[in-house]
């Protein structure tokens, strides 16, 4: 059966400052070597303090949009996966509506941390081919460097923020949606969460005290977990599409350290020249990775007619998801 859903088009944005990994090293006992051996990160970008999720999404929102050739009066939903919202609630998304003028649209915030991007696809996929929306703006964006903490050498080093997006539409031809996976693994929450801020932990002088309001990560178990998922949940959105590792032509994974990236790879059979890599630039960008990702290489013309791409991320919850799309 034809696929009902396509991309219409993709946009990102990232803040001008930069912060290189020198940078870091004045503010905590780390080096250029470590950050660079252990991740293959070499800078990030920092947002300015008045420019929140909701603007990142809005110009990433409207690249999208210029690329698929849409009004934003032309959408009907808006989903911006984050979880570096301006406001605990309502959804930053409904600021992203204010800022686009995309007053016919209904919108909403998902929750699904680094795989949040390949979530909202899955989604607005599922709800084109039923027909309940036409055009979807999905959004993943995030203020990263407004949760990590400053004095943890751990996790500072290895976040930043950006945004990226994509239109989701009926598919006439280009970008067709052919598969995707998604999964959680709830029993392991606490791997990787924000403990202060919600309602388990609300802010108080000694939950900021005990610096609870930043994020917090094991890391090796994180490494262990990702290794593991990537390459499987890139493996079930292929078989659902019927297709092999050699079919594919572009690898997009969530960029979060070089390490993980070259073992999905391995795990795929996939020559490192086929997997598409922008971390050194920008860091982790949790649900912003994969759109900044996807745009960067429609920019660099490596997504040609035909050409099959897979998306894969993992994240906090655990979650982790896949899309297999075609050119
Ligand atoms: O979107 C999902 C988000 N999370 C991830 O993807 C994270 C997955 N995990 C990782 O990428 C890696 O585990 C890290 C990059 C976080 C850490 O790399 P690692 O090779 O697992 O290092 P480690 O945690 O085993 O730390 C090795 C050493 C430790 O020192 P000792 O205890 O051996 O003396 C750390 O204290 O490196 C030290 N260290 C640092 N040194 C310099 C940790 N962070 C730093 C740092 N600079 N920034």
């Known amino acids: 059966m034809k696929p009902l859903a396509a991309i219409l088009g993709t946009g990102h944005y990232v803040p001008s400052r930069v912060m290189t990994n020198a940078d870091l090293e004045k503010i905590v006992e780390t080096s250029d070597e470590w950050i660079r051996s252990r991740t293959g990160i070499r800078e990030r ?29 032309e959408l009907d939903l808006i989903i911006l996966a984050t979880l570096t ?38 989604l607005a996929q599922a709800m084109v081919a039923a027909g309940t929306a036409k055009n979807i703006l999905v959004i993943g964006a995030e203020k990263l460097s407004a ?3 400053w004095k943890d050498r751990n996790t500072c080093v290895l ?4 945004a990226g997006a994509v239109v989701v539409g009926p598919n006439q031809g280009r970008g067709a949606i052919l598969s995707t996976h998604l999964g959680t693994d709830g ?5 990787l969460y924000q403990p202060g801020g919600g309602t388990v932990c609300p802010v108080s002088p ?24 990537m390459g499987e949940a890139a493996e079930l959105a ?5 297709l092999k590792s050699e079919d594919i032509s572009l690898f997009i994974p ?47 013309g490596r997504l040609k007619r035909g050409d099959k791409t897979v998306l894969v991320a993992f994240g906090a919850g655990l979650t982790w998801a896949s899309a297999v799309i075609e050119w």
């Open 45 to 73: 970008r920092i947002a300015a303090a008045d420019e929140h999720v909701s603007d990142m999404a809005t110009y990433a929102g409207k690249a999208a949009l210029e690329s698929a050739g849409i009004q934003a009066s």
């Open 85 to 122: 919202p301006d406001y605990t609630w309502p959804a930053a998304a409904c600021l992203v509506q204010r800022k686009l003028g995309a007053f016919r649209a209904s919108a909403f915030d998902i929750s699904a941390a680094c795989s949040g991007f390949v979530y909202g696809i899955s």
């Open 147 to 149: 949760v990590v903490d």
């Open 159 to 162: 976040f930043g923020d950006g």
């Open 187 to 191: 029993t392991a929450v606490e791997l």
């Open 206 to 229: 000694e939950s900021l005290a005990e610096r609870k309001h930043f994020l917090h990560m094991n890391g090796k178990e994180v490494y262990k977990f990702a290794v593991k998922v």
């Open 238 to 242: 292929m078989a659902k599409a019927g």
């Open 254 to 300: 969530h960029q979060a350290n070089i390490r993980i990236i070259e073992a999905a790879a391995k795990r795929l059979e996939l020559p490192m020249e086929k997997v598409f890599i922008n971390l050194d630039k920008y860091g982790n960008t949790s649900a912003a990775s994969v759109g900044i990702a996807l745009d960067e290489a429609q920019a660099a």
